[in-house]
């Protein structure tokens, strides 16, 4: 490429097309929605053409957010195998910002009572998303330089482009990223679905021992035919490529080598920021660190039904889930409580039923300490990061994290296990430099977890030192006009046919 050509690329406005299972704060379930909201917004706000494709799901609240019918884009018929099915889009926008989302409304396969469901047309639901995408992008007459898939909702993108729509000039530029979010979700389903996904004339290019076991996996197809396949941070794109953490994809991600790449996600401060947080019963910041946080404090022990304190509080908020390892915690957990009265833990989360029973059990145990809120509550979840002293997340995988990166920015130190972006964005405290923002584990076992609590206790008369240690966490710069640019480099390359 010449320098003048290189310069022009730099300069270029890029047409991005960016498609998701989940966009917050329409859908969601996890940090894919989170990522899916603020990246695109990010990219806007520089001066992108950023399409979002995502479903029109029966669980979003039709009477929050305003949807406007896109005239040249209703009731479009889409042949999936034997199965015809009708979409349309809707136009939305995230309260306070001009990014345009494209909201694929087809109620027969989206208006169900969750985003993701163990129906036995799972696969026709993401199918359609993915054909949609293209369908969108035709009808607008628009070429993305890049289609943006994440996870295996919509990993169909990269075999699409190569096959059903190569005919296709709009689409001849079209560069494809596949971001992995989570390799544990793969979107496996008989190998029989494959003429209802349209590609009955390209079994070749479906992974063929899976094939032959009857069996075709998104994921897996997104991650063959992607032009970069990216995960959500460095430490976790060397993991996946292991067996102990690649979920039965490590030989396959091996193969493609370099193309597989790490970028930490960014934060959006709009939405999580102690000075500006609305759902906080006090703000503050670096200068008024400790009266906010004791405040804050107080008013969730007490919202709570907890005991006053001036021991430690430790939160969590989370999916419960296995990959998470908060099973971990029980023993440790226990034992802390036991013999420390004045540690307190509140948690929030729902999930597997052996998990809640951990923490209703814990609740029971110490009720005056222990405080258990089931469900999602996203302003309680606020107020833990902000009145919790510890951020328990001992997870066994963990591919970025964002609620470690929440904590940092309100003052809370993340007790993490080192596993993916846990490792990359929380170093373990450092008494005599003075360094680090948290404390950190290496096994995913109980001694583990214990041992990290106990580093915990110990540091906490040392009140310079803890508060060395969450200034130092305040200070890190994870937002997303930090974390958008290694994506932007990316797609500048791609689009100079890099
Ligand atoms: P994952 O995507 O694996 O669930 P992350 O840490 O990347 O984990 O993102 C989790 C996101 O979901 C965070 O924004 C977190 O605050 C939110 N979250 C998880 N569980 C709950 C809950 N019970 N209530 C409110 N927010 C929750």
Known sequence: MTTAMADDTQKERLRIGFAAAEV????????????????????????????????????????????????????????????RVTFSAYVGRAPGTDLDLYFIHCPELFFRDSIYTGDADEF???????????????????????????????????????????????????????????????????????????????????????????????????????????????????????????????????QRGGSVIG???????????????????????????????????????????????DGPLFGIVSRLTHQKGLDLLEAPLAGMLRHRRDTRLVALGSG????????????????????????????????????????LMPSRFEPCGLNQLYSLRYGTAPLVRRTGGLADTVAHFDRDHGEGNGFVFNHADSSGVGWALEQALALWPDRDAWHRMRTNGMKRDFSWQRQATPYENLYRLLAAGA
């Not at 679905?193 to 994921?219: C, K, P, W």
């Not at 959006?268 to 906010?292: C, E, K, V």
Request: hydrophobic share 45%; charged share 20%; proline share 6%.
């Open 263 to 309: 970028i930490v996600n960014g934060v959006d401060y709009s939405t999580w920021d102690p000075t500006n947080d609305p759902h906080l019963p006090q703000r503050y910041g670096i200068d008024d660190l400790a009266a906010g946080k004791k405040a804050n404090k107080a008013a969730l022990l007490a919202g709570s039904h907890l005991a006053p304190t």
């Open 124 to 254: 026709l639901r993401f199918a359609l998303l993915n054909h949609a995408v293209f369908t969108c992008c035709q009808r607008m007459g628009w070429a993305p330089h890049v289609l943006h898939a994440n996870d295996w909702h919509t990993a169909l993108l990269p075999l699409f482009r190569r096959t059903l729509y190569a005919w296709d000039q709009l689409f001849a530029g079209t560069r494809t990223v596949l971001t992995i979010h989570n390799i544990a979700y793969q979107g496996a389903f008989p190998a029989r679905i494959v003429d209802d996904l349209g590609l009955a004339a390209h079994r070749q290019l479906l992974h063929q021992d899976d094939l032959a076991a009857g069996v075709v996996n998104f994921l897996k197809t997104g991650i063959l035919w992607a032009d970069v396949v990216s995960t959500v941070s460095e430490t976790y794109a060397r993991e996946i490529c292991t067996p102990a953490f690649g979920v039965g994809i490590d030989g396959l991600l091996r």
């Open 352 to 391: 597997e039923a052996s998990l809640e029973q951990m923490f209703l059990d814990l609740a029971s145990k110490f009720p005056d300490r222990v405080a258990f809120h089931r469900g999602y509550n996203e302003p309680l979840a606020h107020q833990i990061e902000a009145a919790a002293d510890v951020f």
């Open 24 to 83: 917050a704060p329409f859908s969601k379930t996890g940090g894919l929605a989170d990522v899916a909201s603020a990246l695109p917004l990010e990219l806007h706000r520089r001066g992108h053409d950023v399409r979002v494709f995502t479903p029109l799901h029966g669980t979003i609240d039709l009477d929050r957010f305003p949807f406007v019918p896109v005239e040249f884009l209703q009731d479009i018929p889409i042949q999936l195998g034997p199965y």
